[in-house]
């Protein structure tokens, strides 16, 4: 047996392999050999977008006349179940999402007797192995406890969206009641509903309480009251806190206006959340020094003023000094249109030295000059992720983005970049003649930065030049971007002008890339050819016993040649 055949026979290996091919391959790895068909079976089903796989294990399904609903065209028989058992086992993570293309029709759901007919014949539970559930319900006769069926002890993570008024309290109560007994070991919970948040809000705390392991939670806004907040704050396991939003039900707050206190959440490493500034600002207060946190992202309202901002900031920076990451989200699609950013509003989160990502989203491009770069690689000089305002709405009024030049500058001082995002001005500048590069750089972030197609050619050329590792050139709106009622720009023939041309200015830069690693390469191998054919000339010199000073000559030339090849040694 080879070393390559001894390997495949080694399962977390042949794992690796199976794992990263695509789908149609792995089905041809199931049927090659018995020791290849079990791993390739693991892979094939570990992770499923939608349970109809699963059904059709079972039996065939047929339309039924209620439009695009389905159900199984027969009962299962013994030996169905087997082969259903036979993959069960091996599912990690389910998506369901009651409306779903099914052979080819959209909007199809599944039938009630569907799910009926795995709860009476199938095994318990369905899927013994699952770890990770999204279950997503919009359509009211859809019974959102049908997700009791898939859950398990051994489950982990469970996301439940129920999209859908006038859910009764009770129902939602009783799940909440249920879910430590069937799922003691959670870790991540994310929950988003229509259910008023004073309905549930004792029974979600008790939950929360009940659900020792629980490290992720993810709630909207309205459901931080003080009640829900003071059980996630002595959570014992708990990292990350998130917000999302879904309408409020009626009658409840849009946001909690509960404050943190001195001690809480003392192992939470990550907060999510979206509110107001002058409710971050509150939130996130003096008096609360958590010791752990270091990742923050906020998604946020209509900015009245950038002191506001700046209130917020000084805050942060002050509270948590050990911050890693800060996202902002600050896109506003109301009126008034908020105001213009300036640098001097950003000037206080310099002081978190150890900042290494940050994100901001805005109507309106900040607008840098050479000595604010320079302010922000003094103070964040470990920075991997950059993004500033690359997707702003264009109006009439605004500032021209930021011209090329700047890029060799962000290289320099930015050494340890991976993304950048920047609202550019395409106006082609004069090359460097030798400009620093981006030696890590994955992404270049454009946004909605403006370029004439008759300048893609030499932008990209310029571009190339700094990004020696071949970085993406990413356009497009991001999905802050939100065009509200105040958005100008009527005709966005500009910004689709702009798009293609950026896609050719990717297209281009790939294309250098390839073609300076192909040069490269041919430059590597004309280099090694001569090193052994120096090599070869030393052995026969040597063998002759020849002049050695003439050997020396070649030594040093060989020498010359491997640097080429290899760099100084």
């Not at 159900?71 to 389910?94: D, M, Q, T, Y």
């Not at 600002?281 to 900015?303: A, E, H, V």
Request: hydrophobic share 40%; with cysteine.
């Amino acid at each position: 047996m080879s070393k390559m055949e001894a390997a495949l026979e080694i399962p977390e290996v042949l794992s690796r392999i199976i794992g990263q091919a695509d789908p149609k391959d792995q089905t041809v790895a199931a049927r090659t050999s018995k020791v290849w068909s079990e791993t390739a079976l693991n892979c094939i089903w570990r992770r499923l977008d939608s349970i109809v796989p699963l059904l059709k294990v079972l039996s065939p399904l047929r339309r039924i006349p209620y439009p695009s609903m389905w159900e199984l065209e027969h009962l299962p028989c013994e030996e169905s179940w087997a082969r259903f058992n036979h993959i069960a086992h091996r599912v990690r993570k389910l998506a369901h999402h009651d409306e779903q293309t099914i052979d080819g029709r959209e909007h199809s759901h599944l039938a009630f007797n569907v799910f009926m007919d795995l709860a009476a014949m199938g095994p318990k539970p369905l899927l013994p192995n699952l770890r990770e559930l999204e279950w997503h319900v919009v359509r009211p006769d859809t019974p959102f406890s049908l997700v009791f069926l898939f859950l398990n002890t051994n489950l982990r993570q469970l996301s439940l969206e129920v999209d859908i008024t006038d859910i009764p309290p009770r129902s939602f109560n009783n799940l909440l009641q249920l879910l430590p007994t069937y799922t003691p070991l959670l870790t991540h919970l994310y929950l988003y509903t229509h259910v008023g948040a004073r309905d549930i809000q004792t029974e979600l705390a008790r939950c929360v309480d009940r659900l020792r392991s629980l490290q992720v939670v993810g709630l909207p806004p309205n459901y931080h009251t003080d009640v829900v907040v003071g059980a996630l704050a002595v959570a014992p396991a708990l990292l990350e806190m998130r917000t999302g939003w879904l309408a409020a039900a009626p009658g409840t707050p849009e946001e909690s206006r509960v404050e943190f206190q001195d001690g809480w959440f003392g192992t939470m490493e990550r907060l999510d959340f979206e509110a107001s500034p002058g409710r971050a600002i509150s939130l996130i207060s003096n008096q609360f020094r958590p010791l752990s946190l270091t990742r923050i992202r906020l998604t946020t309202g209509l900015i009245s003023d950038n002191d506001q901002l700046e209130r917020f900031l000084t805050v942060v920076s002050t509270t948590i000094p050990n911050l890693t990451l800060l996202s902002l989200n600050m896109w506003s699609p109301h009126l008034p249109i908020p105001p213009p950013l300036v640098f001097s509003t950003f000037r206080p989160i310099l002081q978190c030295r150890k900042l290494s990502y940050f994100e901001l989203g805005h109507n309106h491009p900040m607008q840098l000059d050479e000595s604010n770069i320079l302010e922000m690689a003094e103070a964040w000089p470990d920075l991997k992720d950059l993004t500033i305002c690359e997707d702003p709405v264009i109006a009439p009024d605004t500032p021209a983005g930021l011209p090329l030049s700047v890029l060799p500058l962000f290289a320099e001082k930015f050494p340890a970049l991976r993304e950048l995002g920047l609202f550019l001005d395409g106006t082609p500048v004069s090359p460097f003649a030798s400009p620093p590069v981006f030696r890590h750089l994955r992404e270049l972030n454009v946004g909605t930065s403006r370029l004439e197609p008759k300048h893609a050619t030499s932008v990209a050329l310029y571009i190339s030049d700094i990004c020696h590792n071949a970085a993406s050139v990413v356009k497009g709106k991001s999905a802050w971007h939100v065009s509200g009622v105040w958005d100008l720009e009527e005709d966005d023939t500009p910004y689709l002008t702009s798009s293609q041309a950026w896609a050719e200015v990717g297209k281009i830069v790939k294309s250098v890339h390839q073609h300076r690693l192909e040069k490269e390469k041919s430059r590597h191998e004309a280099a090694q050819r001569q090193a052994r054919a120096m090599v070869t000339g030393m052995i026969e010199q040597i063998r002759s016993g020849g002049d050695n000073s003439a050997l020396e000559a070649k030594v040093k030339e060989l020498e010359a040649a491997l640097r080429t090849t290899l760099g100084d040694f």
